[in-house]
């Protein structure tokens, strides 16, 4: 099974930036769809957004639209988080997960239950 591991998080001002990453280890990184997914204190898992296997296709959430920007790197086996314009409500556990997918597959993930790996989230604070 494909383990992910997130980092980039930590203590913003408002209006700052952010970018996390998602590592995967194993080789098949490239065969798994993968999104990102916030749960604040007290609140259910958010979804965030999502890419296909082979990076072309993005979808997110209407509240980081334009804002956030999700990205990959198949060769290093590694996903991203751009986060630009974060806002105090943006605080929460960030979480990468991942789905295997067929190549062409491109409908975007918003269900957390049908990804089979996720990582353990890496916090992001954002002050006002």
């Known amino acids: 099974q494909v383990q992910l591991v997130e980092s980039g998080g930590g203590l913003v001002q408002a209006g700052g930036s952010l970018r996390l990453s998602c590592a995967a280890n194993?080789?098949?990184?490239?065969?798994?769809?993968m999104g990102w997914f916030r749960q604040a204190p007290g609140k259910e898992r958010e979804f965030v957004g999502t890419i296909t296997r082979s990076g072309s296709s993005t979808a997110y959430s209407d509240s980081v639209k334009g804002r956030f920007t999700i990205s990959r790197d198949n060769a290093k086996n590694t996903g991203y988080l751009q986060m630009n314009s974060l806002k105090p409500e943006d605080t929460a556990l960030y979480s990468c997960?991942?789905?295997?997918?067929?190549?062409?597959?491109?409908?975007?993930?918003?269900?957390?239950?049908?990804?089979?790996?996720w990582g353990q989230g890496t916090q992001v604070t954002v002050s006002s």
């Open positions: 194993g080789r098949t990184f490239s065969s798994y769809g």
């Open positions: 997960a991942i789905r295997p997918v067929s190549p062409d597959y491109t409908a975007p993930g918003v269900d957390p239950g049908v990804y089979t790996s």
